[in-house]
């Protein structure tokens, strides 16, 4: 994944060793990156799921660059979040966007930043026609980041909200 940067994040794109100090050792990462760490990352499940998860693909070999990085706040130089796609586009050429971002920098808009910076890059590649999201139906900010973002909402399942967004 080519850096990707806005006016306020930079995506710091994952690796093994990177996820591996995201899991076990978070304070390590900040020490090698020279980073401050956000309170609140990684949360429980980014460190007993989305971690493990992202880490087994990437030992697979699957393409590393789908799956995003760590968010970092340039001006503040912290680790504020992470965010990414779940996995490559599939054969219909759709793939799911993910990111969190810590308690103390939500609300500011780094969320809707990050994820648009995300889409616009995807759209760059011509195996991708549309970015999926299915955020929970009770997290609220989230489903606005959907609506900023331009996103659809398709429909429900099992508690989440179903948003696409197509490639023009």
Known sequence: MKEITTENL?????????????????????IDLGLYIGEGFPNEDERKDLFPFLLES????????WYGGLVIHQEDAAIIGCAGFLSPPDVNGSIEIGYGIVPAYQRRG???????????WSFEFSDVKSVTAAPSSSNAPSIRVMEKLGMQKTGFCQGL???VLKKE
């Open 10 to 30: 930079r995506l710091h794109t994952w690796n093994s060793k990177l996820l591996q100090q995201a899991i076990h050792d978070p304070q390590q990462l900040s």
């Open 58 to 65: 990437l030992q697979k070999g699957n393409d590393a660059h």
């Open 110 to 120: 780094f969320a809707t930043e990050i994820a648009r910076a995300l889409i616009k």
């Open 161 to 163: 909200v179903n948003w």
